[in-house]
């Protein structure tokens, strides 16, 4: 459920892509300026939210690629790439990014 902005009928409520990125946006400062806070947030044992928290959190990383690969213009590779950058940081966290920037590139007749 996502409220209008403005007192205008006419106007649609956000999309998707701009609910998640000002609710992400909205718990990553969240993090960054309590960040004792969000750690007991987190831990079940110490917070009732902790468990929506993680849900909501997964079903943004779930969801967020495929609105961008929606709103860009991209095809599946886009989410695919995105999944799997993800996989790859979770297997190995301390995995530095390549030095030539690595970009994935768009697969021949990709749309």
């Known amino acids: 459920?996502?409220?209008r902005i403005g007192a205008s009928v006419e106007h649609a409520p956000p999309s998707q892509l701009v609910?998640?990125?000002?609710?992400?946006?909205?718990?990553?400062?969240?993090a960054r300026y309590w960040p004792e806070i969000?750690?007991?947030?987190?831990?079940?044992?110490?917070?009732?939210?902790?468990v929506t928290l993680e849900?909501?959190?997964?079903?943004?990383?779930?969801?967020v690629p495929r609105l961008l690969e929606g709103a860009?213009?991209?095809?599946?590779?886009?989410?695919?790439?995105?999944?799997?950058?993800?996989?790859e940081r979770e297997a190995d966290p301390d995995a530095q990014p390549a030095e030539?920037?690595?970009?994935?590139e768009r697969p021949a007749g990709a749309s």
């Open 1 to 3: 459920m996502r409220p």
């Open 19 to 30: 609910t998640l990125w000002a609710l992400l946006f909205a718990l990553s400062n969240f």
């Open 38 to 50: 969000w750690v007991r947030a987190l831990d079940p044992d110490e917070s009732k939210v902790a």
């Open 55 to 63: 849900h909501g959190l997964e079903v943004a990383l779930a969801k």
């Open 72 to 87: 860009l213009g991209g095809g599946p590779w886009l989410a695919r790439r995105v999944r799997e950058r993800v996989g």
């Open 100 to 104: 030539d920037g690595e970009s994935p």
